[in-house]
């Protein structure tokens, strides 16, 4: 079985649309699930699909108070994404320098 590193489920939850404007949301502050699926006419249920995504992600951390469920941006959440992404930088580099080489 192929086992999938924190980096690439935070990829995959951020190819899509929703959760990347759930995360958006949360960069001004914690929301309830039943807030965050409002401005997409979602059920309760779809939306909590979309945040155990981001959780596996950790991109996403959630906790319940009461009946309910509180989500906020996981410290450190992009830590990782940014690293990879330096890398890529440091690729695009290259490419510029050879261009032209062959």
Excluded: N
């Excluded at 086992?3 to 995959?12: C, E, K, L, M, P």
């Excluded at 939306?47 to 319940?64: F, G, N, P, W």
Aim: aromatic share 6%; with cysteine.
């Amino acid at each position: 079985m192929v086992q999938y590193s924190v980096t690439d489920r935070a990829f995959a939850a951020l190819a899509d649309p929703t959760r990347r404007a759930v995360l958006e949301r949360l960069i001004a502050g914690s929301a309830t699930v039943s807030e965050l699926a409002e401005p997409f006419g979602m059920s309760l249920t779809g939306m909590r699909k979309h945040i155990r995504l981001l959780e596996e992600a950790e991109l996403v951390t959630t906790e319940k108070i009461g009946r309910v469920r509180r989500c906020m941006l996981a410290p450190y959440a992009f830590e990782g994404i940014g690293t990879w992404l330096s890398r890529l930088d440091r690729f695009a580099q290259v490419v510029e320098r050879t261009k032209g080489a062959r």
